[in-house]
Nanobody
Framework: QVQLVESGGDLVQPGGSLRLSCAASGVIFSRKTVRWYRQAPGKERELVATITSAGMKSYADSVKGRFTIFRDNAKNTVYLQMNNLKPEETAVYYC?????WGQGTQVTVSS
């Protein structure tokens, strides 16, 4: 069965950090471009970070310098390290590969 499973979302205070995980079954991450998106209530889904099969990384301007996407090939997992989180980054975060989407993980940034 091909699926993506996100985890790691939580309630965190402004300025805090979280690490999200996206684990895959049925697809090999090291051969694919993997993307993290987020969708806040009432807003469109937004691309946050991308890592290619070659390891090239790119980020939305709003998260550059604070978020890091990286991959553990042995675990077939892609991570999103998020530092200095802001309240406006409260959203459901999704992992995407080709046409595959995970169920999302909720990140809430609030004091």
């Amino acid at each position: 069965q091909v699926q993506l499973v996100e985890s790691g979302g939580d309630l965190v205070q402004p300025g805090g950090s979280l690490r999200l995980s996206c684990a895959a079954s049925g697809v090999i991450f090291s051969r694919k471009t993997v993307r993290w998106y987020r969708q806040a209530p009432g807003k469109e889904r937004e691309l946050v970070a991308t890592i290619t099969s070659a390891g090239m990384k790119s980020y939305a301007d709003s998260v550059k310098g604070r978020f890091t996407i990286f991959r553990d090939n042995a675990k077939n997992t892609v991570y999103l390290q998020m530092n200095n989180l802001k309240p406006e980054e409260t959203a459901v975060y999704y992992c995407n590969v080709d046409y595959l989407w995970g169920q999302g993980t909720q990140v809430t940034v609030s004091s």
